[in-house]
């Protein structure tokens, strides 16, 4: 039975992880096997992490402002390796003008302080239902 | 082999445990020191690991570490965050780590665990290091994976009657008295003393570590590594492996009498269970293999 792995991880030089743990919770409470990468993570050690864990959906937490620099560098880097078609998707404090430069650069959903918990379980569930009938697996 | 197929393989263990056997059957057979840390919650094992990691490292072996944290009853989700502890290994191509969740299995593994072990040896890696879930008193199967056993314990484990009791504390091969910074490790490590004394064990498989001032790690991999050369040498090893595969044909043999069970349509626990179990049995003693 496929079980779904989710890598909750935080890039850049930011030191609160209160909000990542929290979604990481949720998601747990949701069924799904989360791993932790703690803070403070390079985009290469991220991608490293989601290739030996062999994770489903990649999510990022951010609250240093540089969400647009960071999201790029590990989708590109995860391009590079070979795991682009794993979706990302980001949540912090994200400005509402940078949510469509976000989905540009690759990212499948952004979740902005106050999202409730329950949308982004849902919204979780949509992208990897729909990643698995894509890709018939 | 490349970490994603190996991670891939991992997965597929994992999720679909009986094509194990195909996916396994088609890689090398090696065998590498397989060396299992168990112990308390919060007694400092992944930590005390990723110390280890790097001690092996400065001599050039490559590590795969298999690092158990539990799955929740009610959902079956987990949060595996023994990574957070080993950060610095994250860019090392010598060092694969990977989290795993206990997925409802007893002995604080995982059921695939037997397969993944296998997996780590036949790719090439060095060293396998497993890293149980925190456990109890009783979750000993780590003992059946792993060539030698890691106790780690820490000051404020509890007084004398705890290791006194069976279950974990006896299928210790090394003690780890970890987090010696703090207050209460003399005591225990006395305790420890005594109590493998009075039970005729090699006092001397007591160590002293702070993972967190890396200190007494490199007394701790040399041990781990006298002793399992020594378990080489001795036969011992042999012995453990063969103890190995047949906790792992226990396992399979529940999981297969538990797939069965679920689709038959019984109206008596008795019915034909004894008699067809007894006959497979005679066919494994006879040599005949299992199947059918």
Known sequence: ?137 | MDHKSIARLITLLENTPEKAKEILSNLPRRTAPVIGFTGSPGVGKSTLIDQVIAKLRSSGKTVAVVAVDPSSPFSQGAFLGDRVRMKKHFLDDGVFIRSMASRGALGGLNESIYDVVELFESVGFDYVLVETVGVGQAEVEVRYVADVVVLVLSPGFGDEMQLLKAGIMEIADIYVVNKADLVGTDSLYDQLVSFLTFAGRDVSSVVKTSALNAQGIEELVNKITTLWEKFAETGKLKELRKQRLKHHAENLARRTLQKYLSLADLEDPYEGVEAALRSMCERLKNGQGGGT
């Open chain 1, 1 to 137: 039975m496929k079980k779904y792995r989710i890598l909750i991880a935080k890039p850049g030089l930011d030191g609160h992880d209160r909000g990542a743990k929290v979604v990481a919770h949720a998601l747990r409470d949701a069924g799904f096997e989360v791993i932790y990468t703690g803070l403070r993570q390079t985009p290469e050690q991220i991608v490293k992490t989601a290739i030996q864990e062999d994770v489903d959906l990649i999510g990022l937490s951010i609250l240093s402002g540089a969400h647009l620099q960071l999201s790029k560098k590990v989708i590109d880097l995860m391009k590079k390796e070979g795991i682009g078609h794993v979706p990302v998707f980001v949540g912090g404090i994200i400005p509402p003008d940078d949510v469509p430069k976000l989905l540009e650069i690759g990212v499948c959903r952004v979740f902005g302080p106050g999202t409730p918990l329950s949308r982004i379980v849902q919204e979780v569930k949509e992208v990897l239902e729909g990643v698995t009938s894509a890709s018939g697996s």
